[in-house]
C-alpha cells in the first residue's frame, strides 16, 4: 500500500517563509506523480492551489509556490499571511489512483 | 461561477447502500475527469475514485472501496455518481466531488455519509 508522508505540523512567524514537503514511499516524487497541493481551512471544503507540481490556480496567491526538491514535491509560502493558517494536503498520481498525503497544519504564531 | 453540488447523503445501516450525486454547472463537464473524495471526521482527506471524461468508460478505484463503490455519470445532466454498496461504519465521512489536476480546480461543498445501527 503506497504511503504519502507530510510533516504533521509546521509553525511559521507572520511574513516568514515555510517549506512543506510530499514524500512518497515508492520512491522519488517526480513530474509524472502531477502533484497536486490542496488547501483546507477549518469547516470548509478544500482548495487546490497548485497543480501538476507548480502550477497555481487562477485564484492562488503568489506567495505561494510548488516545486521538486530533493525526490519530493514540495510548497512553500513565502510572506506568510494569518489567512494562510490551514491543513495542506499533497496528491499524487500513481498512474491508475491517486493518494493524498497525511497533511501539514501549518499554524502562524 | 464554477459550481459542483453534492447531494444523496444521510443515516444508513452497516450493509446498507446509498447513492450520492454531484451535479456541475457554467462548464462542459463532458471534458473533465470527475473525483470523489471523502474525509472522516477529523481526519485527512482520503481519494476514493475517478472517471473518465467523455463518455466514462474508464473508472478505478482506491482499494478500501474497490467492489463496493461504483462511479459513474451522465453527461446529458451533468452530474456523476457514486454508488455505495455493503455500507461499513469506517465509511462514514463527508464525501467531496472534485475535478483533480486541472486549471477548472473545482471542489463540492460535500455530503456527509453517516454509517451506524
Known amino acids: 500500500q503506497t504511503v504519502v508522508t507530510q510533516e504533521p505540523s509546521l509553525t511559521v512567524s507572520p511574513g516568514g517563509t515555510v517549506t512543506l514537503t510530499c514524500a512518497s514511499s515508492t520512491g522519488a516524487v517526480t513530474i509524472d506523480h502531477y502533484p497536486n497541493w490542496i488547501q483546507q481551512k477549518p469547516g470548509q471544503a478544500p482548495r487546490t492551489l497548485i497543480y501538476s507540481t507548480s502550477i497555481q490556480q487562477s485564484w492562488t496567491p503568489a506567495r505561494f509556490s510548488g516545486f521538486l526538491l530533493g525526490g519530493k514535491a514540495a510548497l512553500t509560502l513565502s510572506g506568510v499571511q494569518p489567512e494562510d493558517e490551514a491543513d495542506y494536503y499533497c496528491?499524487?498520481?500513481?498512474?491508475?489512483?491517486?493518494?493524498f498525503g497525511s497533511g501539514t497544519k501549518v499554524t502562524v504564531l | 461561477e464554477v459550481q459542483l453540488v453534492e447531494s444523496g447523503g444521510g443515516l444508513v445501516q452497516p450493509g446498507g447502500s446509498l447513492r450520492l450525486s454531484c451535479t456541475a454547472s457554467?462548464?462542459?463537464?463532458?471534458?473533465?475527469?470527475m473525483h470523489w473524495v471523502r474525509q472522516a471526521p477529523g481526519k485527512g482527506l482520503v481519494w476514493v475514485s475517478r472517471i473518465e471524461k467523455n463518455h466514462g468508460r474508464y473508472t478505478s478505484y482506491a482499494d478500501s472501496v474497490k467492489g463496493r463503490f461504483t462511479i459513474s455519470r451522465d453527461n446529458a445532466k451533468n452530474t456523476v455518481y457514486l454508488e455505495m454498496r455493503s455500507l461499513r461504519v469506517e465509511d462514514t465521512a463527508v464525501y467531496y466531488c472534485?475535478?483533480?489536476?486541472?486549471?477548472?480546480?473545482?471542489w463540492g461543498q460535500g455530503t456527509l455519509v453517516t454509517v451506524s445501527s
Open positions: 496528491l499524487l498520481f500513481y498512474g491508475d489512483v491517486h493518494v
Open positions: 457554467t462548464f462542459t463537464f463532458s471534458n473533465y475527469w
Open positions: 472534485a475535478t483533480v489536476n486541472e486549471p477548472l480546480g473545482a
